[in-house]
């Protein structure tokens, strides 16, 4: 069946500090791929998307490549501030329909001055 | 950006009562509405599908009749949890989408149901 794996948290960087939150999934098809970012006390907001093999989506310094050969989209940034402290979702919709959307676990990012 | 809205943010209620959320997009018409659930450390599970003026589509292993989901408007869906039991203690998150989009939904900020 489909679905979207990512790593665990808690993750606990220093601001400056390289972020690597890696997310796999499994899919029929040709889905598109999101990263979703929830900071405290608010909803879901889209972080970024690509929905084709080797887009590269970007926002806000966050960036991550859909992976077909490793059927991954892992999320980066160059340099964590502590605002961008929240928990982050990889998701994916399969078939075309807002419907079929699937999301990982979350992961829980805490940023240290 | 489009914003959504959901009431109350937490609510706690004795086991056998019903509870209503409600969820509403502030800023635009939302054709279809989603509502998900959440446990702890888990992923969000959709539960069903709303369109404006038509029955909800539930996900297989949801109750229909346990949750009810109006959509009456082009901005308002309510979900009820009925005769709520502890086991029904979770994170309720409403999402929306408007017609003119096709892949993006806007996000409620969820509201947390505690059933003693």
């Known amino acids: 069946g489909n679905s979207v794996t990512q790593m665990e948290g808690p993750v606990t960087l220093s601001e400056e500090a390289f972020l690597t939150i890696n997310c796999t999934y499994t899919?029929?098809?040709?889905?598109?791929l999101f990263w979703y970012v929830q900071y405290p006390g608010e909803g879901l907001q889209l972080l970024l998307k690509?929905?084709?093999?080797?887009d590269k989506g970007s926002n806000k310094g966050f960036e991550a490549t859909y992976r077909k050969e490793t059927t991954s989209f892992h999320l980066e940034k160059g340099s964590v501030q502590v605002s961008d402290s929240a928990v982050y979702f990889c998701?994916?919709?399969?078939?075309?329909?807002?419907?079929?959307?699937?999301f990982g676990k979350g992961t829980k990012l805490s940023v240290k001055p | 950006g489009a914003v959504v809205s959901q009431h109350p943010s937490r609510v706690i209620c004795k086991s056998g009562t019903s509870v209503k959320i409600e969820c509403r997009s502030l800023?635009?018409?939302?054709?279809?509405m989603f509502w998900y659930r959440q446990f702890p450390k888990q992923s969000l599970m959709l539960m069903a599908t709303?369109?404006?003026?038509?029955?909800?589509?539930?996900e297989q292993g949801v109750e229909k009749d346990k949750f009810l989901i109006n959509h009456a408007s082009l901005t308002l869906s309510t979900l009820t949890v009925t005769s709520a039991h502890p086991e029904d203690s979770s994170f309720y998150i409403c999402?929306?989408?408007?017609?003119?989009?096709?892949?993006?939904?806007?996000f409620g900020p969820g509201t947390r149901l505690t059933v003693l």
């Open positions: 999402s929306a989408i408007s017609g003119g989009s096709t892949d993006t939904q806007y």
């Open positions: 899919a029929t098809g040709y889905p598109s």
């Open positions: 690509a929905t084709k093999a080797d």
């Open positions: 998701a994916l919709i399969y078939g075309g329909s807002q419907g079929n959307l699937i």
């Open positions: 800023d635009f018409q939302a054709t279809t």
């Open positions: 709303s369109n404006e003026g038509s029955k909800a589509t539930y």
